[in-house]
Structures are given as C-alpha cells and as structure tokens.
C-alpha cells in the first residue's frame, strides 16, 4: 500500500504559486486552502487567494472585523474596512460593519450612506433594511425608516430588532396603541427580552395601562434588577393606580441606594407634593438641586409648592432662579406669568407670555390667556388679535383634551363677549372711581361698564382668580387662591368696593358640591352649607383687613346647554347655595346682589336670553343687579 507524499507550508507554496503562474486556478487555489487549513495566519497563502478573487474579500478578513467591532474597536474598524471596500466595493458585510461602527460613533448621518449601499447590494435581505431603519430613525426622518422597518418585517417577519426598533419609533410618533401591536408581537417571539419587556411597559404606561405595564415592568425586573430608571417607571405606574405607598418603597429604595440620583428625587418630591406633603416634597427637591443645581426643574417645582402654599414671593423667587439658568424655559416662563397672574400684574404677565409665544407660535394656553389678560388691562384690539388665532381648525387640532376644553370654551365666552360689547359704550378711564369684581372668568363679564350702587356711578373692574372657587377662598390655612385675593385687596384704597363672584364652578355636575357630596358620604345640603359658610367668612375677614367694602353675588340660573334641559339635581345644588349665601349676607348687613332672579326664566333655569355661553352671563345682568339691590 503507498502513502501519500506531504509537503511542507514552503514547498505547497511554491507549487500554488507556480500554478497560478500558469493559469492553473483551480491547482493553486487547492494548495491555497490546504496551507490555510493548517496555517490559518499564514499570510502568503491568504495573498494568493486574494491575486485569485480580486472581487472578493477572504472570510478571515471579515472575521477579523467582527473580532475587532466586538472588543468596541470601532475606530480600527472604520479605517480597515474603508481600505477593504477600496479593493471590494462589492462587499456588503463592509457596508454594514462600516456604518455600524461609525453611527456607533455618534455620526449617524455619515453611516446612513453605507447602511443603504448595503440595501442596494442586498434588497431582500430583512437586516439591511433593519440597519438602514436605525440609522434613518437616528437622523429623525421616521417616515423613511417606518418604510424599511416595515419592509424588514416583511421580509422577516419574527426579525426581532426591527419589531423592537419599530415600536420605539411609532413611541415617538405617538402611537402607542400600534406600538403595543408591535410589542406584543416581539414579546410572542421572546419573552425573556430584557429590552422588550422594558419598552412595552413603556408603551403600556404610555397607553394608561397601568396594571399591565406593573405586571411587565416586574417582568423585567426579574431579568436585570440593576436599572433605576425601570424602577423610576415603575413608582410613576405605582402612582397612577393609588398605589402610593408601594410607590414610596420604591423611591426609598433609590434615593437611599443612590443619592445622586436625581430623577429620582424629582419624582418623589413630586408625587409626595400631590399628596399634600409639602414639607417632605421640598426637602426631595432641594436635594435634588444639590444633586444638578444647573437643572430648572427642581427650582420650578419648589415654586409650584409654594404656589400652592399661598407663598407667591417665594415662588416668584424659585421662578426667578430657573430663569437666571434659562431664560428660554418654557415652562418656567408659563409658571411665573401664572405667579403674576395671581398677583394682578397682568402687563408683567402678557410679556412673559409674548416670549412664550415667540419660543412656541401655536402654544393655545398662551394664546388663550393672552386673549384674556390683553382684555383684562383694556387692550381689547389686541386681545381680539388673538382671539382671531383661536379658529375652529386650530382648536380641533389640539390633542389634550383639558387644554382643547379651555381654549374653546374662553373662545366662545369672549367672542360672545366682544360681540355684545361692539355696541355697548366702554369707559377706560382710569381716575374713574371703581367697583372691583373679583373671581373666576366671571371678573371679566362687566369690566368697562358703568354700574350705579347706592346712588354712585361706578366703574367695574376686574381681577381674574382663574379656576377660583368659593370652596378655595374657604379653605383653612392659605392657598394660591387666597393669597391671589389677600394681594388684590391689598392694593385697594380703604372704602373700595368689592363685589365677589365665587361659586359657579361650585355649582355643576362635574365638579364641586355634587361630586364632592357623593365621594365624602355627606348630603348636599350639609357640603353646600359649610362651603358657603367658609367662603363667606373667610372673605369677610379678608375685608375688613384690607378695608374694602364687600358685597356678594350669587350664582345665575343654569342655562340651557346644546338644546338639552338642565338637570333638577343642578338647580337644587345652585339654589342651595345662593339661599345660604343670601343668609350670611343679610345676617351681617352686606349686599346680596341677586343675578338668580334676573336670569330664571321659569322652572329654575335661564332661557340663554341673557346669556352669553352656557355658563356668563351678560354683563346687563350685572348691573341691572347691582342697581337693584
């Protein structure tokens, strides 16, 4: 039996040199390998075959890169695989491992390029579309990449990075109903994804599915429990389903493990503020501002504390500071208008808002408020400059439901207005002597009008308490409402009158006496009765330390809204509280002014004659009243 000669490296060599001399490929690329085999570094051979496939790159090389990119490399892999594709431009692993390790860099728009050579040379392949998707989502242009992350699920539809990838996109478009599809179809593929599960959650919280973004978070957890923000996510989730004191473990738990932390600080300071701890909500914050004293949010939210608090010097100052950090801070800038607001600086208040407009053009709430504060001051050409921004289309295209409700229901309360006002004669005359309302978006109704009382013309003017109620200038201890009121009366002249408006918001469906009666056990009468006692006492007392002279007006009569009929339960709840008002005012000889009498049209409600919307008044209303009593 004979046995098979073997060669050395050197001599295999010569011979796979010698036939590829000779046009022998098929020989020398035998010989090539075999020494490769053996000597997998030797770099002649690897020569060789490369003089024999000029189009194509060695899969050593290739392996080398990957080598290279997972010791994080990126830079050594930017300039070899450059080299390559000057020799293979053909390659299409270079085109992704090139703008991989360069978009890893942070220089998206430069991988773009290559991740799109890459689907040119491979158009059905599902993670040339994935790359390309990434890198288009990174730039900003998610419509193109919603079309490729589209298409690699096509291609693949179990491709897991681009079912991952493409939710987070339509996360930040703000579909998180599509983006929960997407999510539980990568979940079906891979429940165990520490990346997926976290981001459905997200999209859950996002969807106001709190319990099933709890159950998916904890998921996660159990996973890797080494991530704070997960945890952060999890007490804002704890939170949204009353769950407070599992959202304070929670808290605890990351303050004290890490101290730095400053998100976490934040957002236990915030939900210990909604709570009404307001001492333990600042000690979060000021901590939080040792933590990043170049971040406003501490600063605005220890404002927002003091606000409530009835401390407006104080939150001015907090305010002050978030601004000396960025003059540009949205909405820092919202909430010191806010503060001067409540303090009756209204021209300091429109400048604010100006710059706020300027930063954000289709900011509504701005629009709307400077609507409100340019009438309040008798800029009425330029309130109505603003008026006209607030079209149909505008409102509708506002997506949050509060913010849509507030600017269509000033809307058609000061178009209303302007319009009964065109021919109704106006005095701006500031030395005129005046008659001050002050409340809610009543204040406004008769500002301008002359009003006689006891014999005097008086001018009416306003002060705006926006979103007063009477159950707020009743409350014990202060609050932003009462300290808005203590200020206003404070800049009066001794002998000032005054006349009160609280007590509208009180009186309705949603909010107030009804809902509150029902949620506390108690009888309307019962929560009717201390609400006005309160309101009138605290107003009263109030008074006499400014030294103005109060009067009272009541509630009108509800009027019909859409064509439908005003509930009995509502005309109860608003006759209630205006009896009660009225004996308050005639046990201590104060003015009772009676817009009820003037406004029922029969059965208890008004017949929208004498209204303007379905919840002001025309402002004859007022001084016919006023002239009356």
């Known amino acids: ?35 490769l085999v053996k000597y997998p570094d030797n770099e002649a051979a690897m020569a060789g075959v490369r003089r024999l496939n000029p189009g194509n790159l060695l899969q050593a090389d290739l392996d080398d890169l990957n080598g290279l990119f997972q010791q994080r490399m990126f830079k050594d892999v930017e300039i070899r695989a450059g080299l390559f594709l000057e020799q293979y431009p053909k390659v299409y692993e270079l085109y992704n491992l090139l703008g991989a390790s360069i978009g890893i860099q942070g220089r998206d728009e430069e991988a773009l390029p290559y991740f799109e050579k890459a689907v040119e ?29 589209i298409r690699a699920l096509d291609l693949n539809p179990k491709h897991l990075q681009a079912l991952n990838n493409f939710g987070n996109l339509l996360m930040s478009k703000g579909d998180a109903e599509s983006a929960i599809e997407v999510f ?38 159990e996973i890797n429990a080494s991530t704070a923000q997960v945890f952060l996510d999890l007490a804002l989730c704890e939170q949204a389903v009353k769950n407070f004191e599992e959202a304070e ?55 927002n504390i003091y606000r409530d608090m009835g401390d407006l010097a104080k939150a001015e100052s907090y305010l002050n500071q978030a601004l000396d950090l960025d003059p540009n801070a949205v909405e820092v800038l919202v909430n010191l208008a806010d503060v001067h607001k409540a303090l009756g600086r209204y021209k300091k208040a429109i400048s604010l808002l100006n710059h706020v407009h300027e930063l954000v053009p289709t900011g509504s709430v701005t629009i709307t408020n400077l609507v409100i504060l340019n009438f309040l001051i008798g800029e009425d050409e330029k309130a109505a400059h603003f008026l006209d921004m607030l079209s149909d289309e505008f409102i509708l295209s506002i997506r949050d439901f509060r913010k849509r409700q507030f600017c269509s229901a000033y809307k058609i309360y000061l178009k209303g207005l302007f319009k009964y006002n065109q021919d109704k004669e106006r005095v701006h005359d500031l030395d005129k002597e005046r008659l001050w309302v002050i409340g809610g978006s009543v204040s406004l109704i008769a500002k301008g009008h002359m009003a006689k009382v006891d014999g005097k013309n008086l001018l009416i003017d306003g002060k705006w308490i926006i979103g ?10 202060n609050n932003m409402f009462k300290a808005s009121m203590e200020q206003h009366l404070s800049e009066m002249d001794e002998g000032t009158r005054v006349l009160y408006m609280f007590g509208s918001i009180d009186c309705r469906l949603d909010e107030g006496i009804i809902p509150v009666a029902k949620k506390i056990g108690k009888s309307v009468q019962e929560v009717t009765a201390k609400t006005v006692g309160d309101y009138f006492n605290n107003a009263m007392a109030m008074s006499r330390d400014a030294g103005v002279v109060p009067a009272f007006a009541s509630v009108p009569a509800p009027n019909f809204v859409d064509g439908q009929e005003v509930s009995q339960e509502l005309i109860d709840v608003i006759v209630m509280f205006n009896k009660e008002l009225k004996g308050h005012c005639d046990a201590e000889g104060i003015k009772y002014i009676d817009t009820y009498n003037l406004t029922d049209a029969g059965e208890g409600h008004a017949d929208g004659s004498r209204n303007i919307d379905s919840h002001h008044v025309h402002p004859d209303v007022i001084t016919e009243a006023l002239a009356s009593c």
């Open 1 to 35: 039996m004979g046995t098979q000669k073997t060669f050395s490296a050197e001599e295999a060599l010569e011979i796979a040199n010698e036939a590829a001399n000779n046009g022998d490929r098929e020989k020398a690329m035998k010989y090539y390998e075999a020494i």
């Open 121 to 149: 040379l491979k158009p059905f392949n599902a993670n040339a579309h994935c790359n390309v998707a990434n890198a288009l989502k990174a730039t900003g242009d998610l419509d193109k990449a919603m079309v490729h992350y």
């Open 184 to 221: 539980d179809r990568a979940l079906a593929l891979d429940s165990g994804s520490f990346e997926v599960l976290v981001n459905a959650a997200g999209a859950y919280k996002s969807n106001a599915d709190y319990e099933k973004a709890i159950s998916t978070y904890h998921k996660a957890i």
């Open 249 to 303: 473990n929670i808290y605890l738990v990351i303050t004290n493990e890490d101290p730095q932390n400053f998100d976490a600080k934040i957002n236990f300071g915030n939900m210990l503020h909604g709570r009404g701890r307001y001492d333990e909500a600042v000690f979060q914050y000021e901590n939080a501002i040792r933590v990043n004293p170049n971040s406003t949010i501490g600063y605005n939210n220890l404002s």
């Open 468 to 477: 007063g109620k009477a159950f707020h200038i009743g409350k014990e201890g």
